[in-house]
């Protein structure tokens, strides 16, 4: 997903209830250590899911994207 006339990507993800949030905290910083992703967005829905939006700079497209 690319925002338009944005200087960013971004990549919407969703990481499994059950999941906990030190576990989730290491998936997402192992995105941005590996594909230089930040976390641009959370949210925690009631059945604990987590929606997660990642953002890097255009520049950085040549990287890998996020995996969960």
């Known amino acids: 997903m690319t925002g338009t006339g944005s200087e960013y990507e971004y990549a919407p993800l969703r990481i ?3 999941t906990s949030r030190s ?17 641009a967005h959370l949210a925690l829905h009631a059945d604990g ?14 990287l890998p994207g996020p995996v969960v």
């Not at 576990?23 to 976390?39: F, I, K, P, R, Y």
């Open 49 to 62: 899911t987590r929606k997660v939006v990642m953002r890097r700079r255009m520049r950085l497209s040549y």
């Open 23 to 39: 576990a989730a905290a290491t998936m997402m910083a192992l995105q941005s250590d590996v594909g230089g992703w930040e976390l």
């Open 16 to 18: 499994p209830s059950g």
